[in-house]
């Protein structure tokens, strides 16, 4: 049996308790790298056999978990966040259900949600944004034109972009061009929920040079979205003039 498992967002404290509990029981881990953090290797048995993927192709993670399922041992892939996001998942499920081996997910606290935790903002403010675009700028790996970050930019809602702190001067001048004022709030969030965890703020206009001016390339999230601004609606759900399904209104 394989475990899909999401290692959370940094603090080793954030894998679920499911997430540890397959950990200590597993056989054979097979951990994203620098993605990771190492301590949670910690919930590993003694004699567990680890394998770091930074170093690994696809075909050679999928024959270690072939080999352990030949041998009756339990394997546990440990992504970082959640899997879902950005964790290159899909392609593993099909090898593996190609060969018959079982597996099954076990979700994980995204980076993106760690990165609202740290910067103690919430994303869906009523009457400023009711929607979450996560994406990331064109690189090496390419985005579908309709996904362009211009096109993304122009609904001006909340957008977190992963992958993409390398790339700022181009992201800065598509943000700018899909509709985003200069001095929409952006907070660059390195190593959210990390020991080392720093918090950059800027706007949508310094972005590029905040990025270039702190040395950051990668492993950081980045937040854009006036969600970080000041004004905004009440929410209705704790009005004293909304009646729900558990109480009436009072005024």
């Not at 993106?112 to 994303?123: D, H, I, P, S, V």
């Not at 040395?215 to 009646?243: A, E, W």
Request: glycine letters at 8%; charged letters at 20%.
């Amino acid at each position: 049996m394989v475990h899909f498992v999401g290692a959370g967002s940094g603090a080793t404290d954030l894998i679920t308790l499911r997430g540890a509990r397959l950990l200590g029981e597993a056989d054979v881990v097979i951990y994203a790298g620098s993605l990771v953090n190492p301590e949670l290797l910690t919930y590993a048995k003694p004699g567990c056999e680890i394998h770091n993927s930074a170093k690994m192709t696809l075909e050679q993670v999928i024959s270690v978990m072939e080999k352990a399922e030949g041998e009756g041992k339990t394997t546990v892939r440990l992504h970082t966040g959640d899997s879902s996001i950005y964790g290159a998942v899909r392609e593993q499920f099909d090898e593996l259900a190609q060969r018959g081996i079982e597996y099954d997910v076990c979700p994980g606290v995204s980076s993106f949600c760690g990165a609202a935790a740290a910067l103690k903002t919430e994303y869906t403010l009523p009457d400023v944004s009711q929607t979450v675009i996560i994406t990331r700028t064109a690189g090496r790996t390419p985005v579908p034109e309709r996904e362009s970050i211009r096109a993304l930019a122009s609904h001006q809602a909340t957008m977190v972009l992963f992958l993409s702190t390398s790339l700022t001067q181009v992201l800065q001048a598509d943000l700018l061009a899909g509709g985003y004022p200069e001095e929409t709030p952006v907070a660059v969030v390195y190593k959210a929920t990390w020991p080392e965890q720093k918090i950059f703020r800027c706007t949508v206009g310094t972005l590029h040079a905040t990025v270039t001016e702190n040395k950051l390339t990668k492993t950081s999230l980045i937040i854009v979205g006036n969600c970080m601004g000041d004004q905004y609606l009440r929410s209705l759900l704790y009005h004293p003039g909304f009646t729900t399904e558990f109480r009436e209104a009072t005024e």
